[in-house]
């Protein structure tokens, strides 16, 4: 079974930046989907952003475009978030999601993935 576990969150300030790690207990990532998920009190769980581990394709919604990096790690087994230039609405849980037969429609849908970790506070605060 594959099971994933996350490293990072915290408490910054707006501006700061903060890196989070999603490992597979699998040998690999290779030809899967890995992604980053966030939800708030209240809201339901959002996209953040993802990459297919064999094309090193990514996607971002668009509220983190240019401020936020996913890659791969030289293990095959990490996956990276770095987040620069945070901000207080990135703050929630974020949430590490894998899977290996998603299509790119539904790599945005967090019902499509398998494979959840445990969720880690990102506070963002002065």
């Known amino acids: 079974q594959v099971q994933l576990v996350k490293t990072g969150g915290g408490l910054v300030r707006p501006g700061e930046s903060l890196r989070l790690s999603c490992t597979t207990s699998?040998?690999?990532?290779?030809?899967?989907?890995v992604g980053w998920f966030r939800q708030s009190p209240g809201k339901e769980r959002e996209f953040v952003t993802a990459?297919?581990?064999?094309?090193?394709?990514?996607y971002y919604t668009d509220s983190v475009k240019g401020r936020f990096t996913i890659s791969r790690d030289n293990s095959e087994k990490t996956v990276n978030l770095l987040m620069n230039s945070l901000k207080p609405e990135d703050t929630g849980v974020y949430y590490c999601a894998a899977d290996q037969h998603l299509i790119q429609s539904s790599i945005a849908t967090a019902a499509a993935y398998d494979y959840w970790g445990q969720g880690t506070q990102v506070t963002v605060s002065s």
């Open positions: 699998e040998r690999t990532f290779r030809n899967f989907v």
């Open positions: 990459i297919k581990w064999n094309s090193r394709h990514t």
